[in-house]
């Protein structure tokens, strides 16, 4: 497995072996040794399952008591994954790093606890696995506005993108809860 660094360093891509054959291909989407060897040292308690249509943007999500670090990547479609970094006392608080994950390119972004996350899918549909390392709190769950201006997030959208209840009322990177 290759694994990257993004402009967060410890925001990660990984990119898994393929094997190919007449028949298609395999590749492992978790191999614990090779995330230890990788610097991801995470038991994972819960897998996800995400089903969304173009222009639906979810996030940016974290849980301020209880956070989750992230193993996302996608089996059908594409996304715009996007990782920001809540820690206040971190050298990239406030920043934030996106790229496109789809089933073509098969890589996997590690996002650690501390960081909100958020995705905007980009085909017709788009099908998101992601395991995390802690259980859903929903009485702890946090949302950052995805459009907050102090961000700016470059956000591949065409036009207004389609928003839950509770991703519309996200607050402001200014007036949220972080990590200290």
Partial sequence: MKVFRTDIPEVLVMEPKLY???RGYFFESFNKKAMQEAGIVADFVQDNHSHSAK???RGLHYQIKQPQGKLVR???GEIFDVAVDIRRRSPTFGQWVGMNLSVDNRQIMWI????AHGFLVLSEIAEVLYK???YWAP????TIAWNDSHLGIAWPTAGEPQLSAKDRAGAVFSAA???E
């Fill in 20 to 22: 190919t054959d007449a």
């Fill in 55 to 57: 222009n639906v943007l």
């Fill in 74 to 76: 996608v089996v059908a």
């Fill in 112 to 115: 650690p606890p501390g960081f």
């Fill in 132 to 134: 995390t390392t802690d």
């Fill in 139 to 142: 009485q702890f769950e946090r």
């Fill in 177 to 179: 809860e972080i990590f």
